[in-house]
């Protein structure tokens, strides 16, 4: 058996109907995994499906509400009778909130509290928390599972404007790393991926300007990634296919795998 095969793993990738979690769903497929894509819009997840069907893989819709850990549970449910008992957990859902963002010259400390905390609810706690309990338990009950949170490189470089956003991601790391130790017993492992700079729909408008040129800050971050470019969605398959296998990564919990090319190891 290859390293890399997932044809024995149910994977379910919340916000598997976005960008960046679309593509890891596609790539998880093209391993074998059956894949449930969870999230909101039944018609992105049917598009995302009919992907990766398109494609040769296997996958299904369902829809679900990060935030409503009894709709979580009713999704779990509905999952292990198409599929079978998850095996693999991508939480992939996640955002900012334009009010939790600080245009320059702005004043922190007028920074909208509700604003703060829808971003740390989306992130933080449907985007990671409320899932690994419903799935998580699922997992320790079975003797074996893979949880992979998404964070960011703003989780550990707290950026400028994004507040709100790095703090919750840095949060999500944390907790990956508590889950690894409560957990690293009961064959579940539980790992981060930290993409750097890849332009969604959320961030799109802060890396480039109307005509379709780098912004300001597009160019900085560009200047500052030695790869010289953004990150393609289907560059995240490779680090996603190999912590979610048993096999590969056997050995590996409580990691943050950033994928940046090379943003992180530039100081100056």
Not at 44 to 65: E, N, W
Not at 199 to 205: I, M
Not at 232 to 249: M, N, R, Y
Request: net charge negative; proline share 4%.
């Amino acid at each position: 058996m290859s390293l890399f095969d997932l044809s024995h793993d149910v994977a379910v990738v919340s916000g598997g109907t976005g960008g960046l979690g679309g593509a890891m769903a596609d790539a998880l497929a093209a391993a074998g995994a059956k894949v449930a894509v969870v999230g909101r819009s039944a018609e992105r997840g049917a598009q995302r499906v009919d992907a990766i069907k398109s494609a040769g893989g296997h996958a299904i819709f369902q829809s679900a509400d990060v935030l409503d850990i009894a709709s979580l549970a009713a999704c779990r449910d509905a999952i292990e009778q198409q599929l079978g008992t998850t095996t693999v957990l991508i939480n992939a859902a996640g955002g900012n909130h334009p009010k939790a963002t600080l245009p320059p010259g702005s004043d922190f400390c007028k920074l909208p509290t509700d604003a703060w905390q829808t971003v740390f609810d989306l992130n933080l706690v449907g985007g990671a928390l409320l899932p690994s309990q419903v799935f998580g338990e699922t997992m320790v009950q079975a003797g074996q599972g893979s949880i992979v949170n998404i964070a960011s490189m703003s989780g550990m470089i707290p950026l400028s404007r994004v507040v709100a956003y790095s703090a919750a991601k840095a949060a999500v790391i944390n907790l990956t790393q508590f889950l690894s130790r409560e957990w690293a017993t009961t064959g579940v492992r539980v790992n981060a991926i930290s993409p750097g700079f890849f332009p969604a729909e959320q961030n799109r408008a802060l890396l480039y300007n109307e005509d379709g040129s780098l912004s300001e800050r597009g160019s900085q971050i560009i200047g500052h990634t030695p790869m010289a470019r953004f990150g393609k969605p289907e560059e995240l398959g490779g680090a996603v296919v190999w912590l979610a296998s048993s096999a590969a990564s056997s050995f590996v919990t409580g990691q943050n795998i950033i994928v940046d090319g090379g943003f992180s190891s530039v100081t100056i």
